[in-house]
């Protein structure tokens, strides 16, 4: 049985600057810890979830105050519970673990469906785009406040890898060792494309209202249908065929001409459709934005991947990238690019390639591919 776990908030009471210039009043952090932290603040590690993931990484969960309706059962568990505790990749009897919900998030992070303090009511539109350097700048401030000055490491799978290699060069005196798990260096065109039309599937529903519709029937049906055409770049094809099954659900509320055909347009629809419940499409569409956008020299306000890295380098920085050969969303490409500037940097640098036939999720499904390396990383 796992342990029982709660969502803590971190109240900061002062205005933030966002890196576009627009400015939010304060902000609430929701996150989670597991493990001790020691007194001298040296055994923490911050890590980043992915895309559509949360804070809640390990443990049992079962609600989190203001966000009940979208908090579903699938969500109780931690999305790592088997590389975080102890004995672990993520070892809870020497390190103290934190990962909080994205900054424009729906799970108790100050995000679109956050009530604006001006009006009274959710933000909506009106909540400003994010980049990846204001997630980092948020974290920063959730440290302070938890009195840690050095990271011991920040670790971050898919779009948290983006967040831990910013986080890294922009606070590089901050962290010792970092972890990238089948992540980049800069999005690329197809990516791009590929988050666009995810954009336009959430633009194009009627119910979206701009991103007002708190107060209305929500965009379900654009993102359900921004979530399977991403769904089919996180899970390798031949994942989806073993997992689709041979009955065919026909769904008459959300197709009116057209019949489902086969089992796997089915799995397609019922992935859509179960992801709307349990997330908002604002939230979606700013953390989407920010990965679309992700430029590591940009976001770092450096001139050159070489100047970027060179701070990394000058802290002294160990880094750890993970690349999954089948991986149709982060290329193994990506990694190689990564470090390539890595070690064109001079910055201690180990590449691990993970066999495996489940695609992105790899890192999600297969623990034991990653847990030797992790591990000795956090001990080396």
């Known amino acids: 049985m796992p342990e029982l776990v709660e969502t803590k908030f971190c109240d900061i009471d002062r205005p933030f600057v966002l890196q576009g210039g627009a400015v939010l009043p304060g902000l609430r952090i929701a996150y989670e810890t597991w493990g001790t932290l020691r007194a001298d603040g040296s055994n923490a590690i911050l890590l980043y979830h992915a895309l559509s993931g949360s804070h809640h990484a390990a443990g049992l969960n079962p609600s ?28 809870t009897n020497e390190f103290f673990i934190i990962c909080a919900n994205y900054l424009g998030g729906c799970y108790g992070t100050t995000g679109p469906s956050s ?7 959710p933000w909506g539109s009106s909540f ?21 000055d050095v990271l011991h490491a920040v670790v971050g799978p898919s779009v948290g890898g983006l967040l831990a290699l910013t986080f890294a060069t922009i606070h590089p005196q901050r962290v010792k060792r970092v972890a990238s798990i089948a992540a980049g260096f800069k999005t690329t ?11 336009l599937a959430i633009e194009n529903d009627p119910n979206f209202n701009g991103g007002d519709y708190y107060d209305g029937q929500p965009p379900l049906y654009g993102l359900a249908l921004a979530r399977m055409i991403s769904h089919k770049t996180f899970v390798h094809l031949d ?9 065919i659900i026909q769904d008459n509320d959300t ?8 089992q796997f347009q089915s799995y397609m629809l019922h992935q859509g459709k179960k992801f709307v419940r349990r997330f908002d499409a604002n939230t979606y569409l ?28 000058a802290a002294g920085q160990r880094w750890l990238v993970f690349s999954i050969d089948s991986d149709f969303c982060f290329y193994p490409e990506e990694q190689a690019d990564l470090t390539l500037h890595l070690e064109r940097a001079d910055i201690d640098a180990t590449q691990i390639t993970v066999h495996s036939d489940k695609g992105h999720d790899s890192f999600l499904l297969e623990p034991h591919l990653y847990t030797p390396h992790l591990s000795w990383l956090m001990k080396s």
């Open 286 to 313: 700013r953390i989407i934005d920010m990965w679309s956008r992700y430029d590591a020299v940009s976001e770092g306000n450096a001139s050159s991947p070489r100047e970027l890295l060179d701070r990394a380098a």
């Open 189 to 199: 065109v197809l990516n791009r494309l590929i988050l666009f039309e995810q954009i």
């Open 128 to 148: 400003p785009h994010i980049s990846a350097a204001d997630q980092v700048q948020a974290s920063a401030l959730l440290l302070d406040a938890l009195g840690i």
């Open 115 to 121: 009530i604006s303090p001006e009006t009274g009511k």
């Open 239 to 247: 994942a989806i065929e073993r997992r689709a099954r041979q009955d």
């Open 64 to 91: 989190i105050p203001g966000v009940e309706h979208l908090w579903q059962p699938e969500m109780h568990d931690g999305w790592w519970e088997e590389m975080i505790g102890p004995g672990k990749a993520l070892d």
């Open 255 to 262: 197709l009116s001409w057209y019949k489902v055909r086969d």
